[in-house]
């Protein structure tokens, strides 16, 4: 069976080793047009009218991002027509076996999600650092990985069904591994402008584990 793609946004991370984030703000501006990056000002304002029977994506305005950061131009990007996609329905309500967590990965000061400067403020209890990465609103955050405290009640549904979950619940899981940091700071536009943002699967997650994971307001319109 072929598993669902689940897209990797790469947290609009393109300023992680620069000196400056990048700060995204929603606003209307003409209609589909996506977004205007502008470089001298190291900010993004992205259409909160959305692209209508077009489309846009994170991918084509990180490039922008890198762009500009380059010659400090400022480039209005258009919305354009998006590729068609196979939507396969998918068994997803069977068990599967959950990793081996891996101990002492929260922060020896502070808990997620937690603003850095640089790596040295992302110190883990087992002497590791986590990535200090870039979000969408400006801020730098320390990433947290799987093993982490902020995804207790995951590894809580781990341990009370034999080391298992739902492979729908791992998906989530992992999504929001891989993005936790741009879907804590995405402004409130960013799921209508970008479709990837949202988890493409054909079912209705379980509401009481969004929740507890607070910052997902990204995906609270699957409830």
């Not at 329905?89 to 959950?98: E, N, S």
């Not at 790596?119 to 883990?124: A, E, R, S």
């Not at 879907?183 to 079912?203: G, V």
Request: with cysteine; aromatic share 12%.
């Amino acid at each position: 069976m072929k598993l669902p793609h689940l897209v990797i946004l790469g947290l609009l991370l393109v300023a992680s080793n620069c000196q400056d984030c990048y700060t995204f703000t929603c606003d209307t501006l003409d209609d589909l047009v996506c977004a205007i990056v502008y470089g001298s000002q190291n900010t993004v304002t992205l259409n909160d009218k959305g692209c209508s029977y077009l489309t846009c994506n994170h991918t084509y305005v990180e490039d922008a991002v890198v762009k500009s950061q380059a010659t400090g131009d400022t480039i209005n990007l258009p919305c354009f027509v998006g590729e068609e996609t196979e939507n396969n329905k998918i068994q997803l309500d069977y068990y599967v076996k959950c990793e081996t967590r891996t101990a002492n990965r929260d922060l020896v000061n502070g808990t997620f999600p937690k603003t850095c400067n640089t790596t040295d403020d992302c110190k883990l209890k087992d002497g590791d650092y986590a990535d200090c990465l870039c979000g969408m609103d400006g801020n730098k955050y320390c990433y947290a990985d799987k093993s982490s405290e902020l995804y207790e009640d995951f590894w809580t549904v781990c341990s009370n069904h034999d080391g298992q979950m739902y492979y729908r619940d791992m998906l989530l899981w992992n999504y929001t591994v891989d993005n936790y940091i741009t879907l804590y700071s995405a402004p409130f536009c960013a799921e209508n402008l970008f479709p990837e943002y949202i988890l493409n699967l054909n079912f209705i997650v379980d509401s009481s584990m969004i929740k507890t994971l607070g910052f997902l307001s990204l995906l609270v319109h699957l409830l």
